[in-house]
């Protein structure tokens, strides 16, 4: 019987830190045992903070039978054809956002892990964001009453933080967009997950920032299967920006307020609150990782249900193809 998960980490850059870090403080019943990365300096680095074997070549690191589960954490273009070797070699598969830069790449991907028979994870990590679990919960408690709209505004200023070595976000051909394709899914999760799916859109998209050769201004309107309209924004800009919150959630009795991203917080607003109660809790972005992996090792040691499954996660990524058929034709795009 396994006890825990042999996890491998393939792509030892930016978002592995997150996923590391969590799996390091709370995870518990997983061992990090496969650090695969071209870059030999990362995969190395990594392998010395986890014990595990450095590889520079997946191919290597199957071989020698080095892990079970795997995070797949490399630039998009990549993942349709490392999801498909390690499916087919039999591992578990949790897979970064968005699932491939096409929907047919996706599409071939889904096909795959469920003729694998293994689990197979779209990493969307809001799915476990703590403000975003919590304004659920106030939802689901009344405190908003009926909701009548919502607002997501995914804006930031291009953040060296996150760009650090890397060029691939900035190419459209490796994303298969710009930014609504690419950070612009963790706003929309959270939406679904408050208002249902969406079902159709319409929007517009500009290029503002010479960097990026795909969208970096996004502005558009969702409608959801139960008729609720929102709104949903997004800008990427080298300038820096005046604070803003991430979403507003507005029922027939009060609102709820998420903070700037990534410490954000939450605040409600109604009759009993009239000046906003901010809420208590261990908040920001990066304790989402925590959830995520979590649910990933579940999964696979107990056969749970994941909290969003495959198919339900691909959702995003056809949001973001919608808009930006809404921004070519001019008219609202099905979903
Ligand atoms: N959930 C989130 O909040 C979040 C945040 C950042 C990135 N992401 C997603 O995670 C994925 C990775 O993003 P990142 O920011 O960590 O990228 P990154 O460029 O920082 O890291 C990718 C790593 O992969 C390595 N690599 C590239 N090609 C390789 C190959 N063929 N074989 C082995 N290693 C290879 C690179 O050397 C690099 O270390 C993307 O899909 C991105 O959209 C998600």
Redesign the pocket.
């Known amino acids: 019987m396994t006890i825990e998960v042999r996890l491998a980490l393939?792509?030892?850059?930016?978002?592995?830190r997150?996923h590391l870090d969590a799996i390091k403080a709370h995870v518990p019943l997983v061992r990090v045992t496969a650090c695969?990365?071209?870059?030999d300096a990362?995969a190395s680095a990594y392998a010395h903070q986890t014990g595990g074997t450095a590889f520079t070549s997946?191919d290597d690191a199957i071989s020698a039978d080095a892990f079970d589960a795997i995070s797949i954490?490399?630039?998009?273009d990549?993942?349709e054809a490392t999801a498909l070797k390690c499916l087919a070699a039999g591992k578990h598969v949790m897979l970064?956002?968005?699932m491939a830069p096409t929907l047919e790449a996706s599409t071939r991907i889904l096909d795959a892990a469920l003729a694998s028979g293994r689990v197979f994870m779209l990493?969307e990590?809001a799915q476990y964001w703590p403000e975003v679990v919590a304004t659920l919960n106030l939802i689901r408690q009344g405190e908003i009453g009926d909701l009548v709209t919502g607002r997501a505004a995914f804006i930031s200023e291009y953040n060296p933080y996150?760009f650090t070595?890397?060029t691939?976000r900035l190419s459209q051909a490796r994303t298969g967009g710009g930014i609504t394709i690419?950070g612009g899914s963790?706003w929309v999760r959270p939406m679904r997950m408050w208002f249902g799916n969406i079902s159709r859109v319409v929007g517009v998209v500009g290029y503002p920032m010479e960097e990026m050769q795909g969208d970096s201004l996004m502005r558009s309107l969702l409608q959801f299967e139960s008729g609720i309209y929102a709104s949903y924004d997004g800008l990427m800009v080298n300038t820096p920006l005046g604070p803003q919150e991430s979403w507003r959630v507005t029922g027939t009795d009060g609102e709820i307020v998420i903070g700037g991203f990534p410490e954000s917080g939450v605040t409600l607003y109604n009759r009993k609150h009239r000046g906003g109660l901010a809420l208590d809790g261990n908040w920001g972005y990066a304790m989402s990782f925590v959830g995520e992996n979590q649910d990933f090792v579940n999964a696979i040691l107990d056969g749970a249900p994941l909290a969003a499954g495959p198919e339900d996660s691909l959702q995003e990524l056809r949001v973001a193809h919608a808009i930006y058929r809404s921004a070519a034709s001019g008219s609202w795009e099905n979903v």
Do not use: M
Request: charged share 20%; with cysteine; glycine share 10%.
């Open positions: 393939l792509g030892c850059g930016a978002v592995a997150f695969i990365d071209s870059d990362r997946l954490l490399l630039p998009p990549l993942h970064e956002k968005p990493a990590n996150w070595g890397q691939w690419d963790h």
